[in-house]
């Protein structure tokens, strides 16, 4: 069983900056991806970010590119989102995912889920 926590949202002004942390444990190794989703009040989740579980690679959404950077600390087992130059439809709940599938930006490809954190960007 893998146990996915997240942590560091809160409340910042437009053009701010949040970093958020997603500390893993459990059986997590072979896992291919971890990845960073969002869900704004009355829309579906929607992909943010993601990488292997090597790191060599990393993926991102439009609107996260040039200001969202997806990183993690292999000793604490840690996933990071570094969010810049936040906007107001950047306000969600963040989730952090576990999964083993092919398609780093489908919902249905993570078989894991943190219980999610607050972001919430104001003008």
């Known amino acids: 069983q893998v146990q996915l926590v997240e942590s560091g949202g809160g409340l910042v002004q437009a053009g701010g900056s949040l970093r958020l942390s997603c500390a893993a444990s459990?059986?997590?190794?072979?896992?291919?991806?971890m990845g960073w989703f969002r869900q704004a009040p009355g829309k579906e989740r929607e992909f943010v970010a993601a990488?292997?579980?090597?790191?060599?690679?990393?993926y991102y959404a439009d609107s996260a590119k040039g200001r969202f950077t997806i990183s993690r600390d292999n000793a604490k087992n840690t996933l990071y989102l570094q969010m810049n130059s936040l906007k107001p439809e950047d306000t969600a709940v963040y989730y952090c995912?576990?999964?083993?599938?092919?398609?780093?930006?489908?919902?249905?490809?993570?078989?894991?889920w943190g219980q999610g954190t607050q972001v919430t960007v104001s003008l």
């Open positions: 459990g059986r997590t190794t072979g896992s291919y991806y």
């Open positions: 990488m292997t579980w090597s790191g060599r690679s990393t």
């Open positions: 995912a576990l999964g083993r599938s092919d398609y780093p930006s489908w919902v249905s490809s993570y078989d894991y």
